[in-house]
């Protein structure tokens, strides 16, 4: 939805818990601060799921100014204090995209309550500490508990040091001038990812002619250097650290969306004219490890990222680089591309990630970072990844040499790929 079509509304906000609803009013522009609310409520309120919010104000009964005012009425009503002495209020559920007006006349009701339940994207972002990815990063986490996190930053932010595959492979993707021989016997000597390798080749999706006997065979035949490699390291990436369980509710499975995300960049990649196509093989990795950051999370702060899975839930209108600004100060693809810079993976992947949602990337990685947007904006359309749903201007398609024909073209082409690509996706999601 356009930022001008949330800049007057009011957003409305239907929130539970066990002792019953609640409707929050906010500004539909900023985010909702569910601290705030659940310190006026007194109550831990969660939003309902997106589907139940749409059933609900989907009701028929909803639809007509008798059922909203009853609706209004009948349940407490917790606002935010920039709304307070507002005549009249132009309110948006943003699910079910029910829109009215309501007068605003709390007096005489015991059950409406005024606070500080928003903030703008501006006073969150100002707040967020300056410097490099090490100095934000290290002040997020001295945000929580200073020492003990403190030395787990110092020690990779406590995470498992990676094994001699995953580092022979990242030497070789670093490596220009590496080929498929100095990859097959890497992986001819780790048994788990030869059975991966010999899996992929013989799926569907690949339709190799004839049998593949061989893990030369099936590197060299079917599947190629850079495919083998992009998705050995993915695999690796993904065995470091557990898709985390407390996910908002809704949001697109881990593994679907970065293999979805690898593989449009790569169809959009290779309809670029030659003068701007970056790396393929690059755009592919930057792709699958474009969410990486969002394990780190999960792993660094794991209650914290609880209460950011709320707030994502809560304030599904905004970029999620915003909700984690504010929850954690840091975002994911901050401490993503910090992280797997100090792994040694390609600069232009990493530098990719950590730009990927700024308006005017740079350096080695600009390129690859104005591809990963557009294919992110193009995927929210399909319900492939998570955020807010935006129009995509034709100046973000001219800068990477595109047009929207184009980009529809490379959609048309991943749906006919879908159901090879679920696969694929069930298959490196059971690769732990």
């Not at 309902?48 to 609706?71: C, I």
């Not at 110092?154 to 100095?182: C, F, H, W, Y």
């Not at 930057?286 to 950011?308: D, K, M, R, T, W």
């Not at 954690?328 to 810079?341: H, K, P, S, Y």
């Amino acid at each position: 939805m356009p930022d001008g079509a949330l800049s007057d509304a009011v957003r409305l906000v239907l929130m539970h818990d066990a002792d019953g609803k609640a409707l929050v009013l906010v500004p539909a522009n900023k985010l909702l601060n569910l601290a705030n609310v659940w310190s006026l409520a007194g109550r831990k309120l969660r939003t309902v799921k997106a589907d139940d919010a749409e059933r609900f104000f989907g009701q028929e009964g909803l639809q007509s100014a008798k059922g909203q005012e009853h609706l209004m009425e009948s349940l407490p009503l917790l606002i935010d204090q920039s709304l307070q002495g507002c005549a009249e209020l132009n309110l948006l559920e943003m699910n079910s995209g029910l829109r009215f007006s309501w007068p605003l006349r709390p007096e005489g009701r015991n059950d409406v309550q005024f606070a500080a339940l928003s903030i703008s994207p501006e006073e969150i972002s100002a707040r967020v500490p300056l410097g490099d990815d090490a100095t934000v990063i290290s002040r997020a986490v001295e945000r929580f508990t200073a020492l003990r996190m403190q030395q787990r930053l110092e020690d990779t932010l406590g995470l498992p040091s990676l094994a001699p595959t995953t580092q022979k492979i990242i030497m070789l993707r670093s490596n220009p001038d590496a080929g498929v021989d100095e990859l097959v016997p890497v992986v001819r000597v780790d048994p788990s990812l030869s059975a991966q390798v010999m899996g992929w080749a013989v799926s569907p999706y690949y339709a190799a002619p004839g049998k593949v006997n061989s893990i030369d065979e099936a590197v060299i035949r079917v599947l190629g250097f850079d495919l083998v490699v992009n998705l050995a390291l993915g695999i690796a990436m993904g065995k470091v650290l557990q898709v985390p369980e407390d996910m908002p509710r809704g949001s697109t499975p881990y593994w679907k969306q970065a293999l979805y995300t690898a593989t449009l960049a790569e169809m959009l990649a290779r309809r670029m004219p030659l003068a701007l196509r970056p790396q393929i093989g690059l755009v592919y990795l930057a792709g699958l490890l474009h969410n990486f950051g969002y394990l780190v999370l999960a792993h660094l702060f794991p209650p914290q990222f609880s209460i950011l899975s709320r707030y994502i839930e809560a304030n599904p209108h905004l970029e999620q680089l915003i909700v984690e600004q504010q929850v954690l100060n840091v975002t994911r693809d901050q401490i993503g591309g910090w992280l797997l810079e100090s792994w040694k993976l390609p600069l232009e992947v990493c530098e990719a990630i950590r730009q990927q949602q700024l308006e005017r990337p740079s350096g080695e990685g600009e390129i690859y970072a104005r591809l990963l947007r557009l294919t992110t904006l193009l995927l929210r359309r399909e319900g492939v990844n998570d955020g807010p749903v935006l129009e995509i201007d034709a100046e973000r398609y001219a800068e990477l040499g595109l047009s929207a024909e184009q980009a529809d073209e490379a959609l048309l082409q991943l749906h006919a790929a879908q159901a090879d690509l679920d696969q694929l996706t069930y298959t490196l999601s059971r690769s732990r």
